[in-house]
């Protein structure tokens, strides 16, 4: 009897803001009602918010960093939803990413980012340098919400969605493709030997 292959992508969807009152739930929610469904991803959340995160000085061993590694490890591939605070991503989602090592390898990366006039694409310019240099792999195309704060409801519905709902359906089908390759290559010859540590 042959076995089933699992076709399902696993991603992991990371939230890049750990600010109480933060915008990023309403961003955040959208994306996940987004892949959540029958379609062909399983998904998980990485939220720095929830996490209980050690202070910066602390190793790398701290449970809530050992939990965040578990499920990045697990991952087929990634979505990090990042505001811009100062032309740049969140120090929060900088001390998640560097804390995790390994992990990330041969792996895409797609991103939805918010801000004010540029939609966050600043800091995403940024994340895509951080995730080549980790042996990530940052997909072309992405979704950006310009002036976010009027984008949105007080419940959190996207106004005028569809723009940016054919822009995810662009990338998640972009981040399937590229997790299904990546996935196989991994599994055929582990990465790993091309990266050393």
């Known amino acids: 009897m042959l ?17 109480e009152g933060r915008f990023c739930d309403k961003v ?31 190793g790398s061993g701290h449970p809530a960093l050992e939990e965040a590694r578990q499920v990045i490890d697990w991952a087929d591939g990634f979505i990090v939803v990042t505001p811009e605070y100062n032309r740049a991503y969140p120090a929060i989602l900088k001390f998640l990413i560097d804390s995790i090592g390994p992990e990330w390898r ?9 801000g004010g006039i540029s939609g966050g694409l600043r800091a995403v310019e940024q994340l895509r340098l951080v995730f080549g240099e980790l042996h990530a792999a940052p997909i072309r195309d992405g979704v950006a919400f310009s002036d976010a704060w009027n984008r949105f409801d007080s419940e959190g519905t996207l106004i ?5 709902e054919q822009a995810m359906a662009t990338m998640l089908a972009q981040l399937h493709w590229w997790a299904s390759a990546l996935r196989n290559a991994r599994q055929t010859v582990p990465y790993g030997q091309f990266a050393p540590a």
Do not use: M, N
């Not at 959208?30 to 202070?55: K, M, N, R, Y």
């Not at 041969?106 to 918010?114: D, E, I, L, N």
């Not at 005028?160 to 940016?164: E, G, N, Y």
């Open 3 to 19: 076995k089933k292959l699992d076709t399902r992508i696993r991603l992991a969807l990371i939230y890049g803001s750990g600010r």
């Open 106 to 114: 041969g792996k895409p990366v797609g991103f939805v980012s918010y």
């Open 28 to 58: 955040a929610g959208w994306a996940v009602s987004q892949v959540e469904g029958d379609g062909p991803f399983e998904l998980a959340i990485i939220d720095p918010g929830t996490l209980e995160l050690p202070p910066r000085h602390v």
């Open 160 to 164: 005028d969605a569809d723009r940016a």
